[in-house]
């Protein structure tokens, strides 16, 4: 009899394990894809990007400056041996670049009726929503994830099969402050 309860409250244990453990293993895979959501927009925007320079160059030929930066923010975001915080720091530079770059058009009417150009800016302005979306979702999973790793009794199951807490996506401290508007 006491060999019965013993068998059954170690199959409860390894069962309630078992649960566990699966449940972890969701939730990281649940943060990967979030993050590959975030992956594919970024994607999407690199691509656009050439176009949209290219489309500028031949109205506003002595601001490279501006498009120099957004090319050089482009090529950062894909570099070898990036974090992902690397790459959240080119997406925010590219961000910064594209709002520069948009804001040429009021210097140049010709640019800013130029059908391509119009055409290309609400596909990047809509995929810089999308990314906006999928970061938010992706702090979302990675919280989830990071309270299942932290309490008890996942924690326990979590620091001996080696899963960590992730890092949430933030925004830099440049973009927190007020933005001051004068007239």
């Not at 409250?9 to 990281?28: D, E, G, H, M, T």
């Not at 979306?133 to 790793?149: A, D, G, P």
């Amino acid at each position: 009899m006491t060999l019965l309860i013993v068998g059954i409250v170690v199959a409860v244990f390894i069962l309630f394990w078992i649960i566990n453990y699966n449940s972890l293993v969701k939730y990281r895979n649940w943060v990967e894809e979030a993050w590959a959501q975030i992956d594919v927009q970024l994607k999407r925007r690199y691509d656009l990007i050439p176009n949209l320079v290219e489309t500028v160059k031949g109205y506003a030929k002595h601001e490279t400056e501006t498009l120099e930066k957004v090319i050089e923010a482009r090529n950062r975001m894909f570099s070898q041996g990036n974090t992902r915080n690397d790459e959240m720091t080119a997406n925010d530079q590219i961000s910064a670049g594209l709002k520069n770059l948009f804001a040429l058009s009021e210097s140049y009417p010709e640019l800013k009726a130029n059908e391509n150009f119009m055409m290309l800016q609400e596909e990047l302005a809509g995929t810089e929503n999308k990314i906006s979306y999928s970061r938010q979702s992706y702090n979302k999973t990675v919280m989830e994830y990071n309270t299942k790793v932290e309490t008890i009794p996942t924690n326990i199951i979590a620091s001996i099969h080696g899963f960590k807490r992730r890092d949430l996506l933030s925004i830099p401290a440049e973009e927190r402050q007020n933005v001051k508007v004068s007239f």
